[in-house]
């Protein structure tokens, strides 16, 4: 019997957690019918590590952009240059960037900085731009907002832990909602409320692995195959079907990651 078709949207497969098993971790995603999986970056300046994973790989893809966690690190990377390394046949969207004011790994206006850039390059290309949001929510929606009267561009919130508000200001700019395993979590209930109200045509799930394992695995390092934990749970939550929430997610991610090639 063949599994259904689904995709991580977002993992980090070039982290050292993976280093001595990628070709194992990718054929357990495979077996578990998680068959494309899409690498994020967090620094520019490690964009080669990426780009060699999606050239080893036929079903990896990549993104280019830094990280909140390493905007004071990367404080003036241009939305040129990240328009002119997204031109790789395999950099399918820009980010992840955004805000995180849980952990303040960098100043925020640098972070805000930064976001902005990876918003215009996201402008530019018309690639979707992945967005990482912690405890940042009235100033995430607030330049969302501003920065799409300049014009839109396609994005994604991932890993969406925030709040409705939040949720819904993405929504009515156009954004899509992404899930990870925290959607599983015994505490999670309201989330698992704020994803229940999210329309089916805007919804992707992913793992954000090595991170947050869902349940069974929580507190275990993470991995792609877990995917398919987290799309069960949103077809809970949304009262259908498995083979339905693989299918819409897919469906969704190759319409917003239009660079990407449908294998089905």
């Known amino acids: 019997m063949t599994l259904p078709f689904?995709?991580?949207?977002?993992?980090?497969?070039?982290?050292?957690d993976f280093?001595?098993?990628r070709e194992a971790l990718i054929e357990r995603a495979e077996a578990a019918g998680v068959r494309l999986m899409l690498t994020i970056s967090t620094r520019v300046r490690e964009f080669a590590k990426l780009v060699e994973l999606t050239e080893r790989f036929d079903r990896v893809y990549a993104s280019v952009g830094t990280h909140p966690h390493s905007a004071g690190e990367e404080p003036d990377i241009a939305p040129e240059e990240l328009a002119r390394l997204a031109r790789h046949p395999k950099v399918v969207a820009i980010g992840e960037a955004g805000l995180d004011y849980f952990y303040d790994k960098a100043p925020r206006d640098v972070q805000k900085a930064v976001f902005r850039r990876h918003i215009a390059a996201a402008r530019?290309?018309?690639?979707?731009?992945?967005?990482?949001?912690?405890?940042?929510?009235?100033?995430?929606?607030?330049?969302?907002?501003?920065?799409?009267?300049?014009?839109?561009?396609?994005?994604?919130?991932?890993?969406?832990?925030?709040?409705?508000?939040?949720?819904?200001?993405?929504?009515?700019?156009?954004?899509?909602?992404?899930?990870s395993g925290i959607l599983t979590f015994k505490r999670s209930e309201e989330l698992r409320q704020i994803a229940a109200d999210i329309p089916m045509d805007r919804l992707l799930v992913?793992?954000?692995a090595p991170y947050l394992a869902p349940l069974p695995y929580r507190g275990k390092r993470n991995e792609p195959a877990y995917t398919?934990?987290?799309?069960?749970?949103?077809a809970e939550v949304k009262g259908v079907s498995y083979e339905?929430?693989?299918?819409?997610?897919?469906?969704?991610?190759?319409?917003?990651?239009?660079k990407v090639p449908d294998p089905r």
């Open 124 to 179: 530019e290309t018309q690639l979707p731009l992945v967005i990482h949001s912690r405890d940042a929510d009235d100033d995430m929606a607030a330049i969302l907002t501003e920065e799409s009267g300049k014009g839109t561009f396609p994005f994604v919130l991932h890993c969406f832990s925030s709040g409705r508000a939040l949720a819904e200001a993405g929504l009515a700019l156009g954004g899509t909602i992404s899930f």
């Open 206 to 208: 992913e793992t954000d």
């Open 6 to 16: 689904l995709v991580d949207s977002h993992c980090h497969l070039d982290y050292p």
């Open 244 to 258: 339905v929430i693989a299918e819409t997610t897919s469906n969704n991610f190759f319409r917003l990651f239009s």
């Open 228 to 234: 398919r934990h987290t799309a069960e749970v949103l």
């Open 19 to 21: 280093e001595s098993e």
